[in-house]
Nanobody, 118 residues
Framework: QVQFVESGGDLVQAGGSLRLSCATS????????IGWYRQAPGEQRELVAR???????NYADSVKGRFTISRDNAKNTVYLQMNSLKPEDTAVYYC????????????WGQGTQVTVSS
């Protein structure tokens, strides 16, 4: 079964930075676009950024210029570098295979909590 394991979340002050990691299997990593998603309390899960197998990236307007998604092919890992964090970035962050705006590759993992204090 396809699995994604997220890590790197923490409590940080506004204006700070964090780097999240998303590890998966070699096969999954090579054939899928992978997205970072987040879900704040009481809100729907939203796509934050995605990266295709050839390295093309897309971002939500709310994080453009602050977040950077990247991939390490040797480690089968996708990263989300988050800079200039804001309290509204507080959420549980998940990664998954991106298939379409409404479809992901597998069930959701536990995610990693990011909390930004003001």
């Amino acid at each position: 079964q396809v699995q994604f394991v997220e890590s790197g979340g923490d409590l940080v002050q506004a204006g700070g930075s964090l780097r999240l990691s998303c590890a998966t299997s070699r096969i999954t990593f090579s054939i899928n676009a992978i997205g970072w998603y987040r879900q704040a309390p009481g809100e729907q899960r939203e796509l934050v950024a995605r990266i295709t197998s050839d390295g093309t990236t897309n971002y939500a307007d709310s994080v453009k210029g602050r977040f950077t998604i990247s991939r390490d092919n040797a480690k089968n890992t996708v990263y989300l570098q988050m800079n200039s964090l804001k309290p509204e970035d507080t959420a549980v962050y998940y990664c998954n295979g991106y298939i379409s705006p409404t479809l992901v590759a597998t069930s959701w993992g536990q995610g990693t909590q990011v909390t930004v204090s003001s």
